[in-house]
Nanobody, 126 residues
Framework: VQLQASGGGLVQAGGSLRLSCAAS????????MGWFRQAPGKEREFVVD????????YYADSVKGRFTISRDNTKNTLYLQMNSLKPEDTAVYYC????????????????????WGKGTQVTVSS
């Protein structure tokens, strides 16, 4: 599967952005999907993941209550609605797919993901 993230940009603190990740190829609905981010000088970190059906999600504590992940399997698209953005949310955001037999309520490891999209830059000004 090929992934393409979009929707990043520059926003003031407290603002919102919606990221999208378009997937090509079949079987999108069978992948656990996740969003990760990487700030300058830092390691790539987990943000949130979603089960193949979209019925279950797991958020990093740093974004819980502010970000919402969703997916539309009929459109092969993953979304990340980001509200109440903070300067510390500034990073390149990546979507990724994990071919796994089951979803678990735990953070995904970047090393365990099977496919990655090119990132999209999110910059939050103070």
């Amino acid at each position: 599967v090929q992934l393409q993230a979009s929707g990043g940009g520059l926003v003031q603190a407290g603002g919102s952005l919606r990221l999208s990740c378009a997937a090509s190829g079949r079987s999108f609905s069978r992948y656990v999907m996740g969003w990760f981010r990487q700030a300058p000088g830092k390691e790539r970190e987990f943000v949130v993941d979603i089960s193949p059906s979209g019925g279950s999600t797991y958020y990093a504590d740093s974004v819980k209550g502010r970000f919402t992940i969703s997916r539309d399997n009929t459109k092969n698209t993953l979304y990340l609605q980001m509200n109440s953005l903070k300067p510390e949310d500034t990073a390149v955001y990546y979507c990724a797919a994990d071919w796994t037999s089951s979803w678990n309520p735990e953070p995904l490891s970047p090393s365990g993901m099977d496919y990655w999209g090119k990132g999209t830059q999110v910059t939050v000004s103070s």
